[in-house]
């Protein structure tokens, strides 16, 4: 397979605090670490000392192949000539939430945030966690984590949430089989909906919310009627493979693309192995409109779908990221930063941000070039991460917010 390598800067986690430290006469000086990466290359391990400037505030004396700037308290640009990487932005979150949360035992993990969702008007979070723990954070101005309004009902993993259009209901669902609406303000849950038999992996809110979908280690994708709380369709997918996600072409160009005008919309469903297509027309017995198998040595992870380039994208085990124009499904162009598998994508615009099982979290830009050619560039690397898998993305108008293995929420 023919891999292109994306290099990928790394730089110590709590560097912040030694910025503090030295601004504040703790310490005289110190250095932080910089790493940089490309395969085929040689790593770069840098230095720069942190020291005092006269008048206040600190400068950096940058070493060992690196060069570092700082441009605000939480934004810098690193460059490392070695590897061709020029004014790289590197940004530290810009505030950092910690859900409340107690362990059922001393010898229960930390909290792993599964998924998050902004609210539509962005003043609070939707937080999903292990053994039933999901509620609201509120997030505005003069927020209190404290406040989160937990949703008691969940007994098991909750994998997936979402926020109806209203921003006033939620939806949540996980490995108990059950799929969730909540009253955002109360926390009651007037509707349960069940019937799958496995771990539900991935819900979609079909226009306003009257309808939902749901996708499941049972194998099946299924299609609810929210008001009435019944089940109105169910497709089976070929040798029931576990559904790890399920992606929604609805805009006119998709669905031309792939020769279906007429319907309302098509259904990605996506499985470890591959993926299958499915018409929004096709009753509870049909078979999808197309199959796809993925045959890149790995196991998909996570997916996005980008309208405006007509793009699928997929993440796997390996640490691939594939890049498909719908024109040429089985014609993927593959690029990784390194062999950490690939937990977490998500679009905007063109824009597309992406975690790994090591943390690493960055914004990548996708370009289509002439001649069907897909170009994939590293635009912002999110510090503040040690080592620990960045499993959820929610993008507000001015804001972007991750999550994942520690249990901190981070907003660049």
Not at 278 to 294: A, F, I, K, V
Not at 315 to 337: C, M, Q, S
Request: charged letters at 20%.
């Amino acid at each position: 397979m023919d891999i292109r390598p994306l290099p990928y800067i790394d730089i110590q986690h709590d560097a912040l605090s030694v910025f503090d430290d030295v601004e504040q006469g703790v310490v005289g000086s110190e250095d932080i670490w910089v790493s940089g990466y490309k395969a085929g290359s040689s790593s770069v391990h840098g230095r720069a000392r942190v020291v005092p400037r006269e008048g206040g505030g600190t400068e950096i004396r940058a070493r060992d192949g690196v060069e570092i700037k700082r441009l605000s308290k939480t934004h810098f640009e690193v460059s490392i000539p070695a590897l061709h990487l020029d004014r790289i932005p590197v940004k530290f979150p810009r505030a950092v939430i910690h859900p409340p949360y107690t362990k059922a035992s001393k010898l229960s993990p930390p909290l792993q945030v599964n998924s998050i969702a902004l609210s539509p008007n962005g003043s609070h979070l939707l937080v999903g966690g292990p053994d039933g723990y999901c509620g609201v954070i509120p997030v505005g101005p003069g927020a209190n984590a404290q406040d989160m309004i937990q949703f008691k009902g969940h007994v098991g993993d909750v994998l997936d949430v979402h926020w109806f259009p209203s921003g006033e209901v939620c939806l949540t669902t996980g490995s108990d089989l059950s799929i969730r609406i909540w009253g955002s303000k109360d926390g009651i849950n007037p509707r349960t909906l069940t019937g799958h038999s496995r771990a539900v992996t991935s819900l979609y809110i079909v226009g306003v919310g009257k309808q939902i979908l749901s996708g499941s280690k049972d194998g099946t994708v299924r299609l609810w009627e929210v008001g009435a709380s019944t089940q109105l369709k169910r497709w089976n997918l070929d040798h029931i493979r576990p559904v790890e996600a399920v992606l929604v072409i609805e805009d006119d160009h998709g669905k031309a693309v792939l020769g279906a005008q007429e319907e309302e919309r098509l259904v990605l469903v996506l499985t470890q192995v591959g993926m299958e297509i499915w018409n929004w027309s096709t009753p509870s017995s049909g078979s999808p409109r197309q199959s796809l198998e993925w045959q890149l040595g790995s196991n998909l992870v996570c997916g996005a779908y980008c309208p405006s380039l007509g793009i699928l994208v997929t993440g796997h085990t390996n640490g691939v990221i594939a890049v498909r124009r719908l024109e040429t499904l089985d014609k993927p162009t593959l690029f990784r930063r390194n062999e950490s598998p690939v937990y977490s994508l998500a679009f905007k615009d063109t824009a597309l941000y992406a975690g790994t099982a090591a943390g690493l979290p960055c914004r990548l830009e996708v370009s289509l070039k002439e001649g069907d050619q897909i170009s994939l560039e590293v635009k912002e690397e999110f510090a503040g991460w040690e080592a620990v898998g960045v499993e959820s993305w929610t993008i507000g108008q001015d804001s972007m917010w991750c999550a994942g293995g520690e249990g901190g929420i981070r907003r660049y």
